[in-house]
């Protein structure tokens, strides 16, 4: 199908905001931190720092998103993710003695995760739905994508009550891992790109115009001319040092 990996990116970025597990964790912050403080009203305070820490990291984002690419931070982010996932499994499973120092590392482990989370699937989320998308069906992509987010928080919010912490932990690890590989290899880099080359992208090479190969062909010689001049300046500087 022409417009298939389309379909699999809008599929993949939706649920996406699902796996992280993050939208019932700010859900039931009251329940999952009762105990983490010594006071009767821990779980309001759990719930405020999750917040409080959600807030600063969309702050945090703003920047961080205009310097970095987007599939770097998407990478980075969901594998941060799945490594806190992991420690928090293993945690659980230890039953440490110690349980104020457990519910210590349980709160500053999902307070990473919080901020990975805004890094990446949060904010890229809008971003890379408007850019990744050919013109003829973007739209229809959009709204898929956006379907499949819904769903994905509808699903983990029915989940999470009915599992306890380590189960829960466990398939949004599973869930998270499948995500990633799609991310991985099925995403494109979309920033500093125009949305034409974006598109070519998208689609297949058989499906391409010969018009789409001549401006592919001109854009490749123009890089090739850019890195044929770096490399004549770099060797003048050198000669110039010496």
């Not at 599929?11 to 905001?17: H, I, K, P, R, V």
């Not at 494109?188 to 391409?208: F, Q, V």
């Amino acid at each position: 199908m022409k417009y298939l990996k389309s379909f699999v990116v809008a599929l993949t970025l939706g649920m996406s905001t699902g796996a992280s597990g993050i939208n019932p964790v700010l859900q039931y912050s009251t329940i999952i931190f009762k105990n983490t403080f010594n006071s009767p009203k821990s779980g309001t305070i759990g719930a405020i720092i999750t917040a409080c820490i959600s807030l600063a990291s969309c702050l945090i984002t703003m920047p961080v998103v205009k310097r970095f690419k987007r599939k770097q931070l998407f990478n980075g982010g969901l594998g941060v993710l799945l490594l806190c996932f992991v420690a928090l499994i293993i945690i659980l499973y230890l039953e440490l003695d110690n349980k104020t120092l457990s519910d210590d590392l349980v709160l500053c482990i999902t307070s990473v995760m919080i901020l990975s989370f805004n890094i990446s699937s949060a904010s890229l989320f809008y971003i890379v739905i408007g850019e990744a998308f050919p013109r003829q069906i973007k739209t229809v992509c959009i709204g898929f994508a956006m379907a499949a987010a819904v769903a994905s928080v509808i699903i983990q919010t029915y989940v999470f009550p009915h599992m306890n912490q380590q189960e829960n932990y466990v398939f949004f690890l599973c869930w998270m891992f499948v995500v990633y590989i799609f991310v991985v290899f099925a995403i494109p880099e979309t920033a500093n790109k125009t949305l034409e080359e974006i598109e070519l992208e998208m689609i297949p090479k058989k499906y391409w115009t010969q018009k789409d190969e001549k401006e592919v062909a001109e854009k490749d010689k123009e890089e090739d001319e850019i890195t044929s001049k770096q490399s004549e300046m770099q060797i003048m500087a050198a000669a110039v040092i010496e």
